[in-house]
């Protein structure tokens, strides 16, 4: 499974970004696939997490209410909508993938890992 992120940028708080995931080669029928982010010298921290079967949702805290993720089964892709960013939202941003319908929160579950596409937010 090869995952390709895109749609990363520079804005300003308050405004919005799109991340799309593309998955690609073999795919999983029972599978999730979730974002994760790492800011500067601090370690990577979820972010979100969506199954793809039944497309439950799972938030960290600290992005509910503003991010959502969702999934588009024709493309094979997953998005992160980001609204109402903050300057603590800059990071690079990674999508994963799992063998699994449980979608985790834990990256140590994941089986393949995209590569990262950077987010900045200015004040």
């Known amino acids: 499974v090869q995952l390709q992120a895109s749609g990363g940028g520079s804005v300003q708080a308050g405004g919005s970004l799109r991340l799309s995931c593309a998955a690609s080669?073999?795919?999983?029928?029972?599978?999730?696939m979730g974002w994760f982010r790492q800011a500067p010298g601090r370690e990577r921290e979820f972010v979100a997490a969506?199954?793809?079967?039944?497309?439950?949702?799972y938030y960290a805290d600290s992005v509910k209410g503003r991010f959502t993720i969702a999934r588009d089964n024709a493309k094979n892709t997953v998005y992160l909508q980001m609204n109402y960013l903050k300057p603590e939202d800059t990071a690079a941003y990674y999508c994963?993938?799992?063998?699994?319908?449980?979608?985790?929160?834990?990256?140590?579950?994941?089986?393949?890992w995209g590569q990262g596409t950077e987010v900045t937010v200015s004040s």
């Open positions: 080669g073999r795919t999983f029928s029972d599978r999730s």
């Open positions: 994963a993938a799992r063998r699994s319908s449980y979608a985790s929160a834990n990256q140590n579950e994941y089986d393949y």
């Open positions: 969506i199954s793809w079967s039944t497309s439950r949702t």
